[in-house]
C-alpha cells in the first residue's frame, strides 16, 4: 500500500460518522433539560430586576437543549459540524443585555448544553451546583450603602450654599450632577451616599425657598 492510499485512507476515515443511538439521544436530551430547568429555578429566585422575565428564563431552557443538539449533531459527523459552523456564523444577536447577570446565567445554560451534549453530564451537575453556591454565598454579602440622586427644587438660586450645607451633614458622599438655574428657581440633582435619606429630606424642606426634595435610586445609567 503506498503514502498516497495510506492518506486517502485515514483522510476518509477521518470524516467517517459516529453512529448515535436513540437512547443516547434521548437520555442527553432528558439530562439537559433538568439541568436547564435547575438553572430556571436559580435565575427565578436571584432574579432583582424591577421586572421578571418571563420569556428570558424559558429561553435559557431552549438554549441548552438547543445547544446539546449541535454538538450531539456535530459529534455524529465531522462534515455536519463544518457546515454548521458556517451556517452559525452568520446569525446575529442584536439584543442588549444590560444586566451582567443575565449574561452570566446565558452563559451558563450554553455551557451546560455543551457540556451535557459532549457526554460529560457529571460535569454539568458540578457546575451548576459550584455557581449556585458562589451566586447565593456572595448575594449575602453587604455591598455598602448605595448611591442615590437627590432632586431638590428651590424658589430661590442663592439658597444652594444652605442646600450643600446640609447635604455634606447627612452624607458621606456627594457629587453634583446637574444645577439649572433660573432668575427665581433652582432645580439641582446631586449624587449621594446616606444612610440618614429620611432625615435629609425633612431637614431641606424646612428650609423656605425649598418647594420639593427627593431621593430617586439609580443605575448607573442616568442622564440629565
Known amino acids: 500500500m503506498s503514502f498516497l492510499d495510506i492518506f486517502k485512507k485515514s483522510f476518509l476515515e477521518g470524516y467517517a460518522s459516529v453512529r448515535i443511538d436513540v437512547a443516547q439521544i434521548v437520555v442527553c436530551m432528558l439530562i439537559t433539560v433538568l439541568v436547564a430547568a435547575y438553572i430556571f429555578l436559580i435565575y427565578r429566585t436571584v432574579n432583582k430586576n424591577a421586572f421578571y422575565n ?32 458556517g451556517a452559525l456564523s452568520i446569525v446575529r444577536f442584536r439584543t442588549a443585555v444590560k444586566d451582567p447577570m443575565d449574561l452570566v446565567f446565558l452563559f451558563w445554560s450554553i455551557s451546560a448544553g455543551i457540556i451535557c451534549g459532549a457526554g460529560f453530564a457529571v460535569v454539568a451537575v458540578v457546575a451548576s451546583i459550584v455557581i449556585t453556591v458562589i451566586i447565593l454565598l456572595f448575594d449575602r454579602v453587604p455591598a455598602g450603602v448605595p448611591a442615590v440622586i437627590l432632586l431638590v427644587n428651590a424658589s430661590d438660586y442663592r439658597t ?3 442646600i450643600m450645607e446640609i447635604v455634606g451633614k447627612h452624607c458621606g458622599m456627594s457629587q453634583v450632577k446637574a444645577r439649572n438655574l433660573t432668575k427665581d428657581k433652582l432645580n439641582m440633582a446631586v449624587e449621594v451616599r446616606t444612610a440618614e435619606g429620611g432625615r435629609l429630606v425633612e431637614e431641606l424642606m424646612d428650609l423656605e425657598s425649598v418647594t420639593s426634595a427627593s431621593l430617586v435610586d439609580h443605575d448607573g445609567e442616568v442622564t440629565f
Open 54 to 85: 418571563r420569556n428570558f428564563n424559558l429561553s435559557l431552557i431552549a438554549l441548552a437543549v438547543i445547544t446539546a443538539a449541535v454538538i450531539l449533531t456535530i459529534q455524529s459527523n465531522i462534515v455536519i459540524s463544518l457546515g454548521m459552523v
Open 160 to 162: 444652594e450654599g444652605r
